[in-house]
């Protein structure tokens, strides 16, 4: 069963394992960070997070940038604009109004700023990680995707030749029902995944470029026309698993919301393994997935509430609850602890 807690934009759990070597390397304990986005001075905000996953307010955090929203105002319009490396060392922040990203130490109740770097486009939107690799989904203008290198020290380095177009014709802000919504890596590390919502004037679609030994992509994506495609997880098998705002019917409105699931083939192209699975509610954009890949869940913005979906192992999805959880005052972003016993969502 898990407990709904309200935080505030662009949420992420951190949840460490108690072992002495992470005592010993100054790793904090269990917290939850969230991001304000705010345009006068962009903060990340951290919380300890107890046994019973009560969140007690530790601090706010200067970004050392500003925020900024996408037209008309939806926030940042995409789906992990701030991340935690896997050892629970650094926090990533995109800082979308002065187009940068933060990095953060991350200590014992504290948060140490480490550096601001230019993100290689306008409207730095999502990030992604994988081992030293770092990528930045910029939605603003044509889009692009921009590479990094991260140090031992946190450090970003620009990733020289990694910069891509993703054409996008679009204006900066960008228009959030038309923007791209997340980038991500599959969990081998050797695609890079990109969603474009489009539903307004572009066609809504999903990239895939293939990463080469050097963490360079391919110098075009393999495209897939999608049905409104926004955020998006992995299961067990790397399969992808995407919230569709419309995908059991298009155009709005109505309780069309939806998650579908694709194979991603290794020349990156996508089958489909579900079609889109309505839940009978509106506007499905974030998507959360259980540690053991068994169930997914989404938030449904337009009806202020969460549906859950079941996995199978072969990525074919089933709709659980069109209501799994009632009465959160249109939610977006979401995450589960990596035991699987608490949900957070904004």
């Not at 770097?117 to 930045?136: C, K």
């Amino acid at each position: 069963m898990f407990h709904r807690l309200g935080v505030l934009l662009a949420v992420i759990l951190a949840m460490l394992s108690a072992v002495p070597a992470f005592a010993v390397d100054g790793n904090p304990e269990p917290a939850v960070y969230a991001m304000s986005n705010d345009h006068n001075g962009n903060t990340v905000v951290m919380y300890e997070r107890a046994a019973n996953g009560a969140l007690t307010l530790v601090g706010s955090f200067a970004t050392g940038g500003i925020g900024r929203t996408t037209e008309p105002d939806d926030a940042l319009g995409s789906q992990n604009p701030l991340i935690l490396s896997p050892d629970g060392e650094w926090l990533f922040a995109v800082n979308a109004g002065s187009n940068s990203i933060t990095s953060f130490k991350v200590k014992k109740k504290e948060l140490k700023l480490d550096g601001v770097v230019p993100s290689g486009g306008d409207f730095p939107a999502s990030l992604t990680l994988h081992g030293n690799l770092l990528y930045v989904l910029n939605a603003g203008g044509d889009a692009n995707i921009t590479g990094f290198t991260v140090d031992s020290n946190g450090n970003l380095t620009p990733l020289a030749g990694s910069t891509r177009s993703l054409n996008a014709g679009g204006n900066n802000p960008p228009f959030f029902l038309d923007s791209p919504a997340q980038i991500g890596f599959n969990p081998a590390g050797d695609k890079l995944v990109v969603t474009v919502k489009g539903a307004a004037i572009q066609a809504p679609k999903i990239h895939v470029f293939a990463i080469d030994g050097n963490g360079l992509p391919s110098a075009q994506p393999v495209t897939t026309t999608a049905r409104v495609p926004f955020g998006f997880v992995f299961d067990a098998q790397s399969n992808l698993i995407v919230a569709e705002p419309f995908g059991a019917g298009f155009p709005p409105p109505g309780t069309k919301g939806a998650a579908g699931s694709y194979q991603i083939a290794a020349d990156g192209s996508l089958v489909e393994i579900s079609m889109p699975v309505g839940n009978g509610q509106t506007a499905t954009c974030w998507i959360a997935i259980t540690p053991d890949g068994r169930f997914a869940y989404t938030t449904n913005i337009g009806t202020s509430n969460i549906s859950s979906y079941s996995v199978a192992s072969d990525g074919s999805l089933t709709l659980l609850n069109s209501v799994a959880a009632a009465s959160c005052p249109r939610p977006v972003d979401l995450t589960i602890t990596p035991d699987g016993a608490y949900m957070y969502n904004v």
